[in-house]
């Protein structure tokens, strides 16, 4: 497997960059998928997935470009959407000359809030070249109240004071925060409700950054995920997109935490992984 390192943007001093994984065999490949990373949208980094699934869909012909975004706070989900799009554009643009395919078919995916930035994406965003959209336990609905209600499970740790969550925050634009470094942040916005404040300008931007029912159902052929036992991000939300886009696949598991294909021994990510492969076959094909 080959990898490469392309930027796409810059934003003040801040590099937004790309990794490309691909097969170093051969210059055919079926689709490229889009990552979005996960970390509430205040921590992550973009080459967070594991590499046996990283190798495992490039032997199988989908070539990976995980994106870096900007980070909330120090950048809002008005920015962090506008540089996504220039990643596409990026990708649509550059397709041919710089990473070297021959199509230029892509699937946005994304694992929790890459999973909601794939819903965003995929509604607002729409081009011709996407053929679906991959969502790993994503949310769309930011006026949902359960993500401005303190959190009974986030409130069973040791509170972190607002204020302490706040020193955190950095002067400049991050792309790449590690969850060691900035959980607190998110833990503390879930435990006090004000979690939405550090990725909205004004209360209207949760209606902005959403998608309605009317939304979810135009958007391209889906694969979607979730734990029944999802203490995170509430189970609900797939079930519902599940019952609303017109093409989609939905594998609910039970008994496993949100991240749940983190932990590579438990078997379920792998299985997970396969089905999503035979998914995009099935679409690739067609």
Not at 186 to 206: D, I
Not at 221 to 232: G, K, V, Y
Request: aromatic share 14%.
């Amino acid at each position: 497997m080959l990898k490469q390192e392309f930027c796409y943007g810059q934003l003040d001093d801040l590099l937004l960059s790309m990794t490309f994984y691909s097969d170093e065999r051969t210059t055919e490949s079926k689709a490229t998928l889009l990552y979005f990373h996960g970390g509430g949208l205040v921590y992550g980094e973009r080459d967070d997935l594991p590499n046996s699934y990283c190798e495992l869909l490039v032997e199988n012909g989908y070539n990976l470009l995980t994106v870096d975004y900007p980070l909330a706070p120090e950048c809002k989900l008005a920015e962090i959407d506008s540089y996504l799009q220039k990643a596409i554009d990026w990708f649509l643009a550059n397709h041919q000359t710089t990473l070297g395919l021959s199509n230029a078919d892509y699937f946005l995916f994304g694992r929790s809030a890459g999973g909601y930035l794939a819903y965003l994406l995929s509604s607002k965003y729409q081009k011709t070249e996407q053929k679906g959209m991959i969502s790993f336990y994503g949310y769309y609905d930011l006026t949902d109240p359960r993500f401005s209600q303190p959190s009974s499970y986030y409130n069973q740790f040791a509170k972190v004071a607002p204020l302490a969550a706040q020193a955190l925050i950095s002067p400049k634009p991050k792309a790449t925060i590690s969850i060691n470094e900035r959980f607190s942040l998110y833990l503390s916005g879930r435990q006090f409700g004000n979690w939405l404040n550090y990725l909205v300008k004004t209360p209207s931007e949760k209606n902005t950054f959403s998608l309605s029912e009317t939304d979810l159902a135009s958007l391209p052929p889906a694969f979607l995920t979730h734990s029944s036992d999802d203490h995170d991000v509430p189970v609900e939300f797939s079930r519902k997109a599940a019952t609303l886009i017109p093409a989609v696949t939905y594998e609910e598991i039970s008994d496993l935490p949100h991240d749940f294909d983190r932990d590579l021994n438990n078997g379920e990510g792998l299985r997970i992984y396969r089905l999503l492969i035979g998914w995009l076959d099935q679409i690739t094909s067609k």
